[in-house]
């Protein structure tokens, strides 16, 4: 159906608006298209959105068989308290600090062309861009790499790269490349983050793999303050130097 003079068909109330102004074009998206909002503080859960529990990690990982080896050798020889870069108040790094379930919140800053994560755990910041760039080449790797991320109907779709190589609690090289697909569900206890990692590390896997993880929300949920260093000086100024963590 058209209008008796300008030739705009009215099929809604933007298309009438367009009548009244000289036909001027508008552009149209469905709602399916439109970002969702992930604004909001939220908690990693080890709870899926059916109330069971959600495995994170599979019995066994895709190694390849020499990687197998020498990452068995070396947890054979592991200790938390003198081996583990967190134990130094070092980031958790990527993917590592998406996947914790540990319970520190988790905030999201969503601008049109910037998403930004804070992690209250190490007080760790992820930038993901959402202008279309791709990643500059030669950057010096980093414990969170660089995020550049695109809307895929109602899921936000995240490739990192440029990440540290790093060997625990998994081993990873430099070319590990990572994407994070966001979606928010609904589940038994309201609304919920679905996040779904794919590694890909041709150094050090033999196939691409996805884990699953979730975050949730409840009433009264904040950010709080975390400095891991003020605990490893409180043992050097105790007197307690044999028990700071291995640098």
């Keep these: 159906m058209t209008s008796a003079k300008g030739g705009c068909p009215r099929r809604s109330y933007l298309h009438l608006l367009a009548t009244v102004l ?6 149209m998206s469905s709602a399916d298209d439109a970002p969702v909002d992930f604004t909001g503080i939220w908690m990693p859960t080890q709870i899926g959105p ?14 390849l068989p020499e990687v197998q080896t020498r990452n068995e050798e070396f947890l054979a020889d592991f200790k938390h308290e003198v081996d583990d ?20 919140p988790t905030e999201i800053i969503q601008t049109e062309d910037r998403i930004t994560i ?15 760039r791709a990643p500059p080449d030669g950057l010096r790797p980093t414990w969170m790499g660089y995020s550049v991320g695109r809307w895929e ?12 190589e790093h060997g625990l609690p998994r081993p990873q090289s430099r070319e590990l490349t990572l994407q ?6 609904e589940g038994q206890a309201g609304p919920m983050i679905e ?18 993880t979730y975050y949730r929300q409840y009433e009264g949920l904040e950010m709080g303050e975390y400095f891991c260093n003020e605990d490893v000086w409180r043992l050097n100024l105790d007197g307690n130097p044999s028990e700071l963590p291995w640098r």
């Design 195 to 212: 996040l779904e990692i794919t590694h890909e590390d041709p150094r050090i896997y033999s196939r691409p793999f996805t884990l699953k």
């Design 180 to 185: 994070e697909r966001f979606t928010l569900i």
């Design 153 to 164: 109907g109602q899921s936000l779709v995240v490739t990192t790269t440029d990440i540290r």
């Design 118 to 132: 804070l992690v209250e755990l190490h007080n760790d910041v992820r930038r993901i861009y959402m202008d279309g």
């Design 22 to 27: 000289g036909c001027l074009p508008i552009s």
């Design 85 to 104: 870069s967190r134990r130094s108040c070092l980031p958790y790094g990527m993917p590592r600090q998406m996947l914790t379930v540990a319970q520190y």
């Design 50 to 63: 059916d109330g069971e529990r959600n495995e994170v990690f599979p019995e066994a990982l895709p190694f």
